[in-house]
């Protein structure tokens, strides 16, 4: 029966001479290599298999040819030194001995900091770190000088529009970036031949939109923003957010400028920098007995807003043109001190006054009181004024402070009735060479109020400068400087104290309209 298959005899010889010849092999190979770990028990092991199957039942002539092929594994084994020794195991015993070994130096204990932090230790990080800065405090840029050399940083590419950047791709990136920014005036000469865009139509098949203003002339396109700045100043500037053509006429017209800032409709025409009325239509005269009795009109000469000289032709105005606003009449209406007509200003004070305390009660447990109360003023073209002192809210009383309201006859049921404690006045700016003493010569930038007081016989005078508050307004802040009560009887002048006072904020008003 052992004849019968002769071609399984020849593939087995022939398999067992291949095992043989791997197996030769490899133990020669194995002799040059390092032991690996664990290869003694793999072998044990497989030979304990071998072992245990040989006595369950014989070998077989087949097992043999097996056993021989497991011993490929014996190459592993390792007669005498330590098991499990490979060639790394040198540098790990090494780091093992420096990691346990106490550090000396101050960036020793920031290294083993870090390494502590890493592994989530924070206690035993924080330790070393205090341990590492009391030892040396700038050790934090030894260990980045040490770790992060300068050297292992790369630089960052100073060519801003790289040669190989795609022509056709509209990034900003590709875009060079240097050089200073482009000035106002820079924007603005580029936008001097630039024409009003007309918009794109909705399809491709449609007609083009029609835009007459696109095909005016700038002669009449000026005669036409000359009007609406005359108009509103406020929508004169904001035609300028239309388009670049608009911006450049806004920003550069000086014609325009020069009307609104010599015009009585906004601009300094209509400021008085001299009394043009008197606070009271009669004056007071002391009898020979001591009684006061009211006398005649005022003699006293006023001066009106309107000059003789046109103010474009003024000395004083050009002066101050040239010296101070650099020959620009658009930042001379901007910046140059001016009141409002369109709006009232507003002063709103708050503050904590403690109330009324017994001797039987603790000091803690007594009251406060939220004192808030509000100062209005609000100026005409005629050179007066209305000054308000109440504890009604702003939407309570500006719609009616107008001079139709300035009277005596109010009564609680009336929505006017808050304008019973209201003050006629009058006010002027200060100005060069404007002051009440023929030498004196004011600065610029003050206001002067002169209201009626409690009594006929007094008089109340605020000093007020004005200021900016915000970034796009100007001249809408009125700050204290002084505030006196005048007695005219005895002459007397008494200061009051402004400690709890602060500044008028303007607040626009559309019912007022102009403010005429």
């Given at each position: 029966m052992e004849d019968i298959n002769p071609e399984l005899e020849s593939f087995r010889q022939l398999w067992r001479e291949e095992v043989?010849?791997?197996?030769?092999?490899?133990?020669?190979?194995g002799k040059l290599l390092s032991p690996r770990p664990g290869a003694r028990t793999d072998y044990k092991t497989a030979t304990n298999r071998y072992s245990s199957s040989k006595l369950a039942g014989g070998v077989s002539k087949d097992d043999e040819d097996i056993a021989e092929g497991l011993d490929v594994g014996a190459y592993h084994d390792s007669d005498g030194g330590?098991?499990?020794r490979t060639l790394g195991n040198e540098a790990n015993t090494a780091s093992k001995g420096k990691s346990t070994a106490e550090p000396q130096s101050a960036l020793e204990h920031y290294e083993k900091a870090v390494e502590r932090e890493e592994q989530g230790n924070l206690g035993d990080s924080v330790n070393l770190y205090r341990k590492a800065y009391r030892a040396h405090s700038a050790v934090d840029q030894s260990y980045k000088d040490?770790?992060?050399?300068?050297?292992?940083v790369i630089p960052k590419s100073?060519?801003?529009n790289p040669s190989n950047a795609p022509v056709t791709v509209p990034n900003p990136a590709h875009h060079s970036l240097e050089g200073p920014t482009p000035s106002l005036s820079e924007l603005l000469s580029a936008f001097s031949k630039l024409s009003i865009p007309i918009a794109e139509p909705p399809t491709d098949r449609s007609p083009p939109l029609p835009c007459p203003i696109a095909s005016l002339p700038s002669e009449l396109l000026i005669e036409i923003l000359l009007y609406?700045?005359?108009?509103?100043?406020?929508?004169f500037a904001r035609i300028s957010r239309v388009c670049k053509r608009f911006a450049y006429l806004v920003s550069t017209e000086e014609r325009i400028w020069r009307r609104i800032c010599c015009g009585s409709e906004f601009g300094f025409e209509g400021m008085y920098y001299r009394w043009s009325c008197d606070v009271f239509p009669t004056t007071l005269v002391q009898s020979l007995d001591g009684d006061v009795v009211l006398g005649g009109s005022d003699d006293t000469e006023y001066s009106t807003a309107s000059?003789?000289?046109?103010?474009?032709?003024?000395?004083?105005?050009l002066s101050l043109l040239r010296s101070t606003y650099s020959s620009s009449w658009r930042r001379m209406f901007r910046t140059r001190p001016r009141i409002r007509f369109s709006g009232c200003y507003i002063s709103t004070v708050n503050y904590v006054r403690p109330g009324a305390s017994s001797a039987t009660q603790i000091s803690w447990n007594s009251p406060v009181h939220i004192v808030t109360y509000y100062r209005y003023l609000r100026f005409f073209r005629d050179g007066t004024a209305i000054s308000l002192l109440t504890t009604s809210e702003p939407t309570d009383v500006v719609y009616h402070l107008t001079q139709e309201n300035m009277h005596s006859h109010h009564t609680g049921a009336l929505p006017s009735a808050v304008m019973k404690h209201a003050l006629r006045g009058r006010w002027r700016l200060s100005g060069l060479g404007t002051g009440e003493v023929a030498e004196a010569a004011e600065r610029e930038g003050d206001l002067y109020v002169e209201t009626q007081g409690v009594?006929?016989?007094?008089?109340?005078?605020?000093?007020l400068s004005l200021r900016t508050a915000g970034r796009g307004a100007k001249n809408n802040k009125l700050s204290w400087k002084s505030f006196w009560c005048h007695n005219r009887l005895t002459d007397d002048w008494a200061e009051f104290g402004l400690g709890n006072d602060r500044p008028f904020i303007w607040s626009r008003v559309k019912s007022y309209g102009m403010g005429s």
């Open positions: 043989s010849a791997r197996s030769k092999e490899r133990q020669i190979s330590e098991v499990g040490k770790h992060f050399p300068p050297s292992s100073a060519n801003k609406t700045a005359i108009a509103d100043v406020a929508s000059a003789s000289t046109p103010l474009d032709q003024d000395p004083l105005t009594d006929i016989k007094y008089m109340y005078r605020m000093h």
